[in-house]
Nanobody, 121 residues
Framework: QVQLVESGGGLVQPGGSLRLSCAAS????????MGWYRQAPGKQRELVAS???????NYADSAKGRFTISRDSAKNTVYLQMNSLKPEDTAVYYC???????????????WGQGTQVTVSS
């Protein structure tokens, strides 16, 4: 089993910044993709940003130019630096990790418990 521990959410004013962190632990041989999703009230969960094991990144249009995803593979940790935050960024942000427990085993997807980000004056 894999555990994901998220941190860094909170309340911030429009135009402000937050940095989310997600540390993975447990039965991990290797991690493929890591990413962040978000879900606002009444809306579906959506991809914010993802990063592969070789550092290739993908961003939602709403995040491009404002958010930066990065990872520390040695620490099995993924970060999301969010700048120029807007009220429409308000949501619960979920960490997502695709990992396997041994060489040649299946890949599995895991989710964090979610961290609330609220952008409001």
């Amino acid at each position: 089993q894999v555990q994901l521990v998220e941190s860094g959410g909170g309340l911030v004013q429009p135009g402000g910044s937050l940095r989310l962190s997600c540390a993975a632990s447990g039965s991990i041989f290797s991690i493929n993709a890591m990413g962040w999703y978000r879900q606002a009230p009444g809306k579906q969960r959506e991809l914010v940003a993802s990063i592969t094991s070789v550092g290739s990144t993908n961003y939602a249009d709403s995040a491009k130019g404002r958010f930066t995803i990065s990872r520390d593979s040695a620490k099995n940790t993924v970060y999301l630096q969010m700048n120029s935050l807007k009220p429409e960024d308000t949501a619960v942000y979920y960490c997502n990790v695709v990992s396997r427990r041994s060489r040649g085993s299946d890949w599995y997807q895991y989710w964090g418990q979610g961290t609330q980000v609220t952008v409001s004056s």
